[in-house]
């Protein structure tokens, strides 16, 4: 089953950033996202995800069948790295976190707390629990945000097994991925913002 977004338009806190998107991820396809910071990439992605309403337009395809991975890790930080990952897999009705753990090399850490964890660590793990989500669609944002370039190539292997199993894959990252991923550039969508209107310390979250 496609994932289809037609003619989103979509706001950040009321103002209007993008208008007219569309796009279609069909099972073992990613599309990359491409803009400059506060083009609205983030925005978008949410509105797909679910997490906040859309201005205008429809997205077909999605219910119940992305897991999002933003800017926040979402992690409990009482929680050892597989208590984590065991809670994902509780709240999403799976079991093993065994594959998640080695897919991002989490296996010498698993006992430790996550709030004990170096940021790119703590990323690998927030990462991580797309596994155990068992959800098709992916929907990431900056992703690769914190990690060294072991790590992004261990992220890349993972949405590549991924793919290969027919998921899909939505990225907004300014990096190679070496992913075989169309790309969409979200400039031509953009709504002329007034500066009045938006301070420019938003335009990092848009």
């Known amino acids: 089953m ?8 979509v706001a950040r806190g ?3 950033v993008l208008e007219g ?7 073992g396809q990613a599309l990359v ?5 506060g083009s609205g990439k983030t925005t978008l992605l949410r509105t797909i995800a679910g997490l906040q309403p859309a201005l205008a337009g429809r997205v077909t395809g999605a219910e119940d069948r992305i897991a999002y991975a933003g800017h926040a890790d979402g992690l409990k930080a009482m929680l ?3 208590e984590n990952l065991g809670f994902w897999a509780a709240v999403f009705g799976t079991r093993d976190v065994a594959a ?12 430790r707390l996550a709030g004990t964890l170096s940021a790119g660590q703590k990323r690998r793990l927030g990462l991580a ?3 155990v989500t068992g ?7 900056e992703p690769t945000v914190s990690l060294d370039a072991d790590a992004v190539s261990l992220f890349a292997d993972a949405v590549c097994a991924h793919l290969a199993g027919g998921g899909m894959a939505l990225i907004a990252t300014h990096i190679d991925l070496g992913l075989e991923a169309a790309v969409l550039d979200v400039t031509p969508y953009r709504v002329m913002l007034d500066a009045a209107r938006l301070g420019a310390s938003d335009e990092a979250f848009l």
Request: charged residues 20%; aromatic residues 4%.
């Open 2 to 9: 496609e994932l289809n977004v037609s003619e989103l338009s």
């Open 14 to 16: 009321g103002v209007p």
């Open 129 to 131: 629990r797309l596994l």
């Open 100 to 111: 998640a753990l080695e897919a991002f090399a989490l296996e010498p850490l698993a006992d």
């Open 21 to 27: 998107v569309s796009l279609s991820l069909a099972p």
């Open 33 to 37: 996202l491409r803009g400059p910071n």
């Open 80 to 82: 050892s790295v597989s």
């Open 135 to 141: 959800r098709p669609i992916w929907v990431l944002d």
